[in-house]
């Protein structure tokens, strides 16, 4: 965070509250010092006119003393009601420059990412493609390289579908084609398709046969393949990761559990911001582009769901998802 923008925010904030302060003080001393002038001007007056009675308890004495108390009373509330109005707009400015500070960051981590994500896969996929072309391989190493390359190609499919549905997200535009569909048949077919390409991973699956839910496939099958995405990221690469399916009284239930290094208590609601990701994006050596758990986050929120994440024991992440069940008929 810049030092010398909130410096100078500080010294004029410092100065504008001194500034009203003082004119309230200046104000309240001139009313006084009117009040008093006024009195004894008035008393000299009438003791020259009537000495037998005092001035204080004339109805003239009344009116100034009424003035007085008047103006008094609207120095002290205006000044208070200004200082407040000023305390809460220097506040919200402040707000503001932060906010803006931040989305600056994570626009530019976002770019970083975006950059490393695009040109990481597509390199690969060239260097595959040339050792092809240049080279006669045998059938092992040529079904390698073509399962890299259809590794690399479906980390861009899934990075230009997060671009995409955050976009729609954004303009209330994602166009779901809703239809009753079987998410238990749909999350084993999604998983084992998942698999395919990451040999050292492994899922264990504890999922209730037919489940329906009205959804989206696209968006259903982003919601899973983000949060599978995300726990092996943080994990490592002979990890193990259970998946649960199931449903109880009134919703269906989804939970995913790693043994990865788990997510700090203050980073626990944050992760779902939009290009947000712990760390700093020249420094950090995994993948993403912040958009994945916004993504899930929003098409969770989209189907009346609810998604919460919690420390795995002993070590690890935690992370349910919530829908409510479809009452079929």
Known sequence: MPANPFRTFYIVFTYIIAFTLWWAYLLYAKNETAYQETVELNEIRFHQMNTSSDYHTTAEFEKVYSKYTRQKFMILSEGLAFLVLMLLGLLRVRKVFLQEIQLAEQQKNFMLSITHELKSPLSSIKLSLQTLTMRKLDADKTDRLIS???????????????????????????????????????????????LFNKKSITIETNIQPDIYMKVDGMA??????????????????????????????NSIVFVLADNGVGVPDEFKERIFEKFYRIGHEETRSTKGTGLGLYVVKRVVEIYHGTITVTDNKPNGTMVAITFPLLERQ
């Open 220 to 249: 259903f099958t982003s919601v899973l393949i983000n949060v599978l995405e995300n726990a092996l990221k943080y994990s490592d690469e002979k990890t193990r990761v259970k998946l649960k399916l199931y449903t109880d009284s």
């Open 148 to 194: 890299n390359s259809l590794t690399d190609i479906d980390r861009l499919d899934a990075l230009i579908e997060n671009i995409l549905f955050a976009a729609k997200i954004e303009r209330n535009e994602t166009g779901f084609s809703d239809t009753v569909t079987d998410i238990s048949e749909l999350s084993s077919q999604l998983v084992e398709k998942f």
